[in-house]
């Protein structure tokens, strides 16, 4: 998908220099709002999808909708991980059943192989502390944009601790030395259809729908010390297309996790 940066309309001096380092950041177009609309703009350059910055939103818009990155239920599990890290109450109610499955533990250095909108990456950075790292690879440029520029408006320090990478994760997996970080996760939320907020259906579209392979689990047990981590949703197709067999999990229970050792 062809895409484009800009900002807000009337926005300050800092928020133009902010969109445009972000524009060097991801090596997208930046072009200066001025007075036009988003479909004005849009039409005139001659792109698909615009992703608007301002100094607390990252937006990518779309003639066919819009999502503002906001973290959801990651921010939230995000939260959950800090309490209990901080030796705070943990409910039954609040389990996180990847970062159980995962084990993470404090200073833990973790490839988000699938970081989609970087919900389990958030989770992740909060449980491993602060000297823990989540290298977080996405095979979309736009979504890699829009979470990367979300996760650097979020004022929430985990966040600092996420570093996203665009490129095929099994090739960037191939790219990391042997033993040279404690868990790999894979999540392919977009495999599959299913309800979801407004705006999701466009994030989809941008989504690389390629189911995963042996070959990257190969290469994730490579480099991994400790796990290998894979969530699929009920009722587990890709587990099973995988031969994976899922963890226990809770009754009724909507995501599966499988675990593998390294290689």
Do not use: C, N
């Amino acid at each position: 998908m062809r895409l484009a940066l800009t900002t807000t309309s009337h926005p300050s001096p800092a928020e133009v220099a902010g969109a445009r380092q972000a524009s060097a950041r991801h090596a997208l177009p930046y072009a200066p709002r001025g007075r036009a609309s988003l479909p004005a703009l849009q039409a005139a350059l001659g792109v698909e999808a615009l992703l608007v910055l301002s100094d607390d939103a990252a937006v990518l818009w779309s003639p066919t909708g819009q999502h503002r990155w906001a973290g959801g239920m990651g921010f939230l599990r995000m939260r959950r991980a800090l309490r209990r890290a901080a030796g705070g109450p943990w409910l039954p109610s609040e389990r996180d059943p990847l970062l159980e499955a995962a084990e993470i533990r404090p200073g833990d250095l973790v490839v988000d192989a699938t970081l989609g909108l970087g919900a389990d990456a958030l989770a992740v950075a909060a449980a491993a502390g602060p000297t823990g790292r989540v290298i977080g690879l996405e095979a979309s440029p736009a979504l890699a944009a829009l979470v990367d520029e979300g996760l650097r408006r979020l004022a929430a320090e985990p966040a600092r601790r996420i570093e996203v990478r665009v490129g095929d994760h099994l090739a960037l997996l191939e790219g990391l030395p042997p033993r040279s970080h404690d868990v790999v996760l894979f999540d392919p939320m977009f495999r599959h259809a299913r309800l979801a907020p407004d705006g999701f259906d466009l994030l989809r579209a941008l989504a690389d729908p390629r189911p995963l392979t042996l070959a990257a689990l190969a290469a994730a047990r490579r480099v991994a010390r400790r796990w290998v981590v894979v969530k699929d949703g009920a009722p587990g197709w890709d587990l099973a297309r995988l031969g994976l067999a899922p963890l226990a999990s809770a009754r009724g229970a909507h995501r599966y996790h499988a675990r593998l050792p390294p290689a």
